[in-house]
Structure formats: C-alpha cells, structure tokens
C-alpha cells in the first residue's frame, strides 16, 4: 500500500481500502443468520415436494394420527397465490400456488407442509403423507415446449410461451450487403444458484403489534413485505420483514418464496413460532434455476471485420412459473436489449421466447442475462476473426464504441455514460503478455493445447425508474431512500432499506458518510435488512446499492450537515455562513467545534441553543436518485489462457488477467473481492455447473456430488487492473460493479477452450464445457 | 435432510459389535458415505453401532512382504505415514487424493472397502494391489470380497478388520491414473496398474459395476482396449476412451 493509499485508509474515506467493519464477526464464525435464530415453542416444518414434474392431483391423504400437524392448499384460508405479471404486450400471467392444488407443475413444488417439535421428525409426518397423482406428459425441453402439440404447462394458454418479443433496428438494410455472414447454434445450461446459506424463515406472529414479523434470508426486505401482505390478505403495516445476516444472495433470494408464505401463515394460524430452514436437496431440485438460454446467431461483417448487423433468435427456459418480483421476463427482455454489447452496428434483429417447461421458475442470477449474452457476442467476435484472419483483440477494437463517441447510445437505446473501452482491452491483452502466449502455442507438442480468450462487456447497473417502468414488473425503483441520525455521544446511524449479503455495504455506507462528515468509520453503524427500522427500498440487486444508497447515504448526510451548521455557528458565535461541516468538525476560518459538540449541545444541553432554533433535529430521511436514471455502466475486459488436456478433455486455467472500470471506486479491495467471487461462479457456468433434466423433467442432481461447483482448487489467482473513468449520473461518479465478475468468465474460457481447439478442426458450443463436452466433439471428428 | 431415527452406540469389542451387526445393527467407522446415506434416508438402520474404537482394528503391521492395516485406519494416517507403506509412497499417494482432507481425517481404508463405491480410491487400487480382507475367521482374496457395486461377501456379523496388502519392490511396479472434474470429486475415470516382471494386473474403476480386472494377454496396452470393449460393451465411446486414456498414463507412472 503506498502512502497516499495509507492516509485515505486512515481517514476513512471514498476511495480507501478500507478492511471490512462486518467481517469482524464474520470471520470469527459469529454471524447471525436465520438459521440461528431460535425461539421459544417455536417448531419446524418440513415441506411434502411432488416427485412427479407434471401431475394432476386426485388427492392427498394426510396420516391418520398426523392429521393436525400436516397442512395443504385448502387449509390456507384466504391465501392468494403468487403471481408476477409483466406489462410486456403479449405476456401470459402464470399462477404460482402457495401449496399445489389441481395440478403440479415441476418436481420438487410443495403440495403440502409438516409441522412438529424438530425438523427430523416434520419429516418423518412429511414421509407418511400420501399423494393421489394422475402422472402428465412433461416437457423439459424448451424448444420442444415451444412446438405446437408439446404438454401444456398452463393449459387455459394454449401454447407454452410467456412472452415473446420482437425488435428490429434497420436489420435488413444493414444486413443486406455483408460481405461475410456467420451463423452459430450456442447453448447454456440451466444452473442451481448456490449460496453458502440456503433460505430459511423464521416467521413469528406478534399479538401486541398483531403483525407478522418474518425473520427471512433474502436480498429485498421491503419487496417480501409487499408480497406477503398480498398474499396473506394483510396490511402492509401488518407485515414486519427482518433480514438477518444473509449467507450470500446473488440474485437466490431476490424471490417471495411460497414457503415464506406458508410459515406466515402458520404462525397467525397456529400462534407460535415456526421455522423453514431450505436445505440443499431443496435448493437443488425444487426451487429456481436460472441461466439456461438457447441461441440461433446470425452475424453480417464486412471484410476488414466490421460488424455491420446482427440476427438472433433467443430463447430462455423459464420454468412453470413467473417468479415474484422479477417475473419470467426479465431474462429474455434483457437478451434482446443487451445482446449488442458493447459494441457499435447498423443493423439488429431480435426475437425471444420465454418458454414454459415442467421445471423451477428462474430467477436472475448474478449477471442476470449477461454472461449468456456475452459469451454469445464475444463467440460471434471470434467467429469474425476466423472468417476474416483478423486477430481477436483487432476485432473487437475495430468494433467497439470508442471513448470519443462516449455518453453513447447504442442501437438499443442503451444509454452508455462513459468509459473507454478499447483501453481496458488493450490493458488486459498486455497483462497476458499475448506474443508470448501465442509463441507457446504454435511451439506446444503433445495433448495438451494451450488457447487464449477474450471477452469484453459492459454492465448496466443501478438502473431505475424509466428502465423498470418499461417491462412492468411488480416492483418499479424509484428514489432510493437513507435515513442517517446523529446520536447524542456523537456517533452516526445511517439506516438503508437495501440489504447487504456479502458487498461489504456496512463498511462501503460508512465511507460514504465519512466521506461528506468526516465521522470516524468505527462510529458509523449501517442499519439494514429491517422493514421496521429502515425507509424503504426496492433492496440489493441489479448493481445498485453503491450508485443508489450510496448517493441517498451521501445525499442525507449533505442535508444533516444543513441542520449541524447553524449549531456549530452558534457554539463558535459565528454567522453560519462563515462554517463549513467537514472531517468531523464544524470550521470557521481557524476555529472549530466537533460534530459530537455539536450532538452533545442539541440531545443533551438544549438549554444551550436559542429558543426556537434547530426544531429539525439532527435525524434525516432523504431520497437519491441519479442526474439520469438510465444506469451506470461499468466495464471489463477479461483474458485468460488455458491448456486444454485433448486426451482427458480437461480445461486449466493457467492465467487470468482483467482489467475493470467501475467508475470512482469507493473502496478497490471490495471491487476486488467481489471480481473474485465473481469470477468463480463465471467459471462454474463456464467449466461445472449444470442442472440437467431428463426427459420426465425429473433432475438429475440431487446433492453437491453430482452438481459440480467450482471450488477454492478451480480458482486461479486474478490478475486485476482498475481503470477509474466517473459516471457523469452518479454522486461521486461511482458505477455499480457488483455483477461484472460473473459475466466475463463464460466467454474468456470458451473462446480460449476453442482457441486450442481450433487447429484439430473443433469447436464448442455449448456451456458448460465438460471433459465429456470436449471429447464427444473430439471424437467425432476422429 | 434429517436422519430417521436411530440408536447410537459405540464399542470397544469386536463380539458385541459384531453380535449387534448380526441382530441387525449398522456399523459406522468414519461414517463419511455413511453418514450422508443417514442424512439423505437412503439408510434407515433402526440402530448404528460404532466401531472405531476396537483397538484391534486400529492397528498397523508389517512383514517382509506384506503390509497390514487395521480396519479403521483412516485415510490421512496412511496420507501422513503414520502406519507402513508398500513401497514408493504408493500408499500415501492414494490416500492423499482421496475427496478432502477433512473426509480424510475420519473416513477409513476398511470402511471405505466395505462401503463398496466402485469409484473410491481404495476398491480399485487395493484390487490391482491383490490385498485381501482378513475377517476374524478369513482372509479374502478382494477379488470375491466384491460381489457387486455396494455389496461384499461379507456375511451378516462378518466383519472386515484389517487388510493385507502384498509390498512392492524386486520387479514389481504399481503405477496408477484417476480422472476427476475437480480435486477431492468421484472420479469419472480410474486404472491402478500391478506389473510383475513382464505380467500387468489392470484394474479399471469409476463404472457402474465392480471394477474391472484385466491380465495375461487382456493386460497389455495393445490388447487393452479390445479386451475392455469386450468385458464393457454397453460403455459409451467417451467413457472408454477416458478409460484407456487412464490405463495409458498409470501405465506412465508405475513405479517400484
């Protein structure tokens, strides 16, 4: 760390690397999560799951003796069920029971939940429940939901579609004289995402307040609120939602989930506490997916390797159900609005299809459609190269919207608020030493072949109201909100309704109000994750907090030094004018009064501030939104070399370099550590991760053995760059980053993979890619 | 998942553990493929029995040229050569790639036999070795020991309490290959390799069945892979080919 870098860490502000505050606890095991919360009668439940994909239910027979301790839809009276409807023109609302009745949609759905003194002996109810199911033909295959005559998810639909969207941008005109036109089938497989802590609720009926208060691992604590009150028929002010500490979210808990539901319903009902811990047989077979998109790519370029149109038809399994609140939609809305990346054409055509199947409804994960659509773009980029004998990296340069061009807007509409792009390729080609690589691969003898890829993309994060009001899904941001208040010693509490699962947000928020009141970051408390103590917010997702609450932080603290001034001014005896509110202090040219004076004066010695003055109080709630709500977006170029093992089909990562642009970093170690996290789920999409169903749409992996997550052995040590170019929107020029890691890897690996591949004649096209993926490919060319 | 419910007991004798085996009871040693059958209930014993304190079966020897190892030695004791080895670090090679470390503190060379997976480490390399499991009335050549995927010959009671495993040294070599998607997974292929003088023993693991034992004029790497087409003809073409790619290179690191 050089010394400009340990000054900032000692003063505490954006910019510093600053060491996490949470991790404290953390580190020394004493986090408190769902799962520790134990309650006095409190019992726990244990869900009945279909083991069929598609059934419809003739009945269920509870246990004779049980009959008490065992529930099913028709004993949830007055509970809706869930549905997330988009505002989308086309799009077909699809409703998700609380319990199955009528008919089950996918394995793994609740038809039923147990209840007793321990989880062990729930399940033991659990095991004795009887279910009368008349077995469906079930579709699994998306393409195949998607022909006329497949198994009907939804019957009263008539087909299996969501929602399908067309766009088309000039397509034809640019298309039409394109020297070179590529066409490529690519897949990705549909993934389990896997949180160290799965969900749980702990859900409490408080006869006082007569509110239920939920004790919930999830990303969204306002949004749960929303729904459970919908669901249970209760006013919102009736619903309490706490967050504890959550084991990691990535997009997993960003869901009202129906055993939410359930356990509200059962505490009012039953008038003691109840419990749902999700294990990861659950988590694996019965709750949502995500990922899994099937692409036809068409690409027009000319001779020099200019794009000059593009066509694509997309399609996203979406599974059974629209989930709450991100509906089935956003995946494959967001394909055709980001497929573009971020480069420049004339031309674009783009068809999507959500499709129903008998599996899991999805939900975005980290990167949402991104690394899907990067890997499709950055493929077609090295497909150009292929075509024309261009190098990659001259390619993509070629193509990319230059820095001059920046603010940009792209043939989407996608509003690019600055950067320069073919910088930060050009940085993360030089941090491979590319020459040097290449040298090694043209000298390399044996099986083993060595490849390199690029990937380049942008990422648009915090985006708000004008973005969201588009696809009309049950939750729309607007201002973001942050309440900060002084306490009478001195201190800062600064409550923000986004929930923090691993950003680091209690440490970053305390940069940020140290940062505009200079109170030390160890007298700063985040206050998150609690709809009872926190405004409201739409929570943590999306990239948002450090542009959104990290701007309603900043912005509350401004307005709390407004009402700190004129006390300050009075203590010194000096007009208020003449003060400034920074680093702690009150300061009038060579005098100065601390902010705790200032906190001491107003709680505890009013007698010493004139009548009538300072009435406000030293307590804010402010709402932030950015100059232009359209997002920030942050970039990243990734390199990576592997060898590729053409006996064995084995992949090694042998060098991973990326270089970033987050905009104004406010703390670059959390940058950097959530690149790492990142970056290891971007390698479980690109190398393990897959959820295969047959062809009943029964899954093929039940627990970690069989679904294959990278772990700290599969993680190379990343090579990371920071290019700091501000948002011109956001407060401190900050742009949201949170995502990016996952994007890249699926991309970078495939193309370096087939980058080895290429001279025995073989590519692949599909994730992730399997030593079995590699040797049917390359035995088939044998 | 939770566990059904079951009674505990642990014991220090091999007639009361093996008397509760008879009556119906599930022993456990390190209970590290146990212990996740229990959880996931595809194991519902109404009483589990533990075993690893019988000293007997803790015990390590050796002779000029055999190596014997109590039952419930676990995989990082033989990983950190706390007990004989047959020569070459052969032994603590194994041991060292078996799962994770923390699965290696707890899981034993006996449960792991016993327990029968035919991807684990130990069946496959122990076979090619041409160990056999000594019971407290028996020794068993591990070739019958294994009668099927999860299924040994052990009769009800019979318990496994060591293993007796010939040395290397003189013109015998053992060299062998495992392919997995990470370190510490199942492996997706598997070949352990005994070459005596000009004779190979070639065992093939990691398929649905017991593994596979090759010799004479089967155990040549020009025969091999008709003679494994032959033995396996349901097997896929990718996983054949993993296969003898495995043979190839334990065939590259035999050592004495």
Known sequence: MDLAQAELVEKGGVGARVIRKEDDRFLRGRGEYVGDIKLPAMQELAFVRSPVAHARIRAIIKPEGFEGRVFIAADLAGVKPITAISGLPGFKASSQPILAFEKIRHVGEAVAVCIAATRAEAEDIAALVELDLEELPAISNMLAARAPGSPLVHEAWGDNVFLETRVNQNFEAAAANAAIVIHKHLRTARQCMSPLEGRGVVAVWDRRLDQLLLHTSTQMPHIIRTGIAECLGLPEDSVRISAPDVGGGFGYKGILLPEEVCAGFLARHLGHPVRWIEDRREQLTGNANCREHDYELTAYADHDGTLLALDAQATVDAGAYSLYPFSACLEAAQIASILPGPYRMNGYRCTTWSAATNKPGILPYRGVARAGVCYAMEFLMDAIAAATGIRPEEVRRKNLVPPEAMPFDNITAKHFDSGDYPEALRRAVAAIDLPAVRARQATATGAVKIGVGLAIFCEQGAHGTSVYAGWGIPMVPGFEQATVRLTPDGGLEVRVGIQSHGQGLETTLAQVANEILGIPIARIKIVHGDTAITPYSTGTWGSRCMVMAGGAVATACRELSRRIAPIGAHLMQVPVAEVIVADGFVTAGPRRVAIAEVARTWFRRPQDLPEGSSGGGLEITAGYKPVRDSGTFSYAAHAVVVSVDTEMGEVKILDYAICEDGGTLVNPMIVEGQLIGGVAQGIGTALYEAMAFDENAQPLASTLADYTLPGATEVPVLRIEHMETPSPYSFFGQKGIGEGGAIGPPAAIANAVNDALRPLGVEISELPITPRVILEALLRQK | ?256
């Open chain 2, 1 to 256: 998942m939770k566990a059904a419910v079951f009674t505990w007991e642990a014991t220090e004798s091999l007639q009361a553990a093996s008397r509760a085996a008879r009556q119906g009871s599930r022993l456990i040693a390190g209970g590290q493929s146990l212990g996740p059958m229990l959880n996931l209930r595809i194991a519902q014993p109404e009483s589990v029995v533990s075993i690893t304190q019988i000293a007997d079966m803790r015990g390590a020897s050796e002779t000029a040229s055999h190596v014997i190892l109590g039952a419930c030695i676990t995989h990082s004791q033989i990983e950190d050569g706390l007990v004989p080895d047959i020569g070459s670090k052969s032994l603590p090679r194994i041991a060292a790639n078996i799962a994770y470390r923390a699965v290696r503190n707890r899981g034993t060379i006996g449960g792991s036999l016993c327990h029968a997976d035919p991807a684990a480490d130990w069946v496959t390399t122990l076979l090619a070795l041409n160990a056999e499991a000594l019971t407290s009335s028996r020794a068993i050549a591990l070739q019958e020991f294994f009668t099927g995927a999860f299924r040994t010959c052990l009769a009800p009671g019979e318990i496994l309490t060591a293993i007796r495993i010939p040395k290397l040294g003189g013109d015998k070599k053992f060299g062998y290959y495992k392919a997995c998607r990470k370190p510490g997974e199942f492996a997706h292929a598997m070949a352990a390799i005994l070459q005596t003088g000009a004779k190979n023993r070639i065992v093939i693991g990691a398929m649905g069945g017991i593994p596979l034992v090759f010799e004479g004029i089967e155990a040549e790497p020009a025969t091999i892979a008709t003679a494994l087409a032959t033995r396996a003809p349901a097997l896929d073409a990718v996983t054949r080919h993993m296969q003898l790619i495995a043979v190839k290179r334990a065939f590259e690191n035999l050592a004495a």
